[in-house]
């Protein structure tokens, strides 16, 4: 089964309900209403759902969003500093074998290695696992919603795509997702 992947980035004010943000149409002033029907409405899930009080109005003029209830949010009126977290590992678990894909740089382009504990066995019950590490260096293009989406469509002749068996074990098997923040990171 393929699952959407995991985002690259997360901006973490977006995904808490009614916690302090800037607006999410216009990016300038700080939300002070909150629409939980515009969450659920959009995809990805944090588009438009945190509003000022102009871009509210406007927002939600258009014929399918008029009977909204928006929720005035109670936030400290403060310069909101947006958070962005990049994504930088990910854990798989199939059974109880576990896996793990991490990022080898800070860099948007930097490659992707595949650690597998498990990957080959050495002498029979009584021998010993022998690990694996392999480079992924594409992982980074098969994260991306074009991906995704020419993964779950099909090409000219009715075929699904077919991506390598790494990419196969993160999308049906990526069970715990690890991000870091440069602005709020102890080590740089």
């Known amino acids: ?3 959407r992947p995991p985002r690259s980035t ?3 004010y977006t995904t ?9 149409c216009c990016g300038i002033e700080q939300a002070t209403y909150e ?8 995809e990805p899930r944090d588009v438009h759902c945190a509003f000022c009080e102009r871009c509210k109005i406007v927002f939600h003029q258009h014929r399918d969003r008029t009977k909204h209830k928006v929720t005035k949010l109670n936030v400290i009126d403060r310069k909101v500093r947006p958070i962005e977290m990049k994504l930088f590992a990910v854990v798989c678990i ?3 074998h576990y896996v793990a894909f991490v990022k080898c740089g800070k860099l948007p382009e930097s490659p992707w290695c595949f650690f597998d ?3 080959d066995r050495i002498g029979g019950q009584n021998g010993f ?6 480079a992924c260096e594409d992982l980074s293009n098969w994260l991306s919603n ?7 469509s099909q090409d000219g002749d009715g075929q699904q795509l077919s991506p390598p068996n790494y990419v196969n074990r993160l999308l049906s098997d990526a069970y715990l997702c690890m991000y870091y923040s440069e602005n709020i990171s102890r080590y740089k």
């Open 16 to 24: 808490l309900f009614r916690s302090p943000r800037s607006c999410s």
């Open 146 to 152: 074009e991906s995704y989406e020419q993964l779950v």
């Open 10 to 12: 997360l901006f973490p």
């Open 35 to 42: 629409c939980i029907e515009c969450l659920n409405e959009s």
């Open 94 to 96: 199939e059974t109880s």
């Open 117 to 119: 504990s498990m990957a």
């Open 1 to 3: 089964m393929i699952r």
């Open 129 to 134: 696992n022998v690990p694996e590490v392999v």
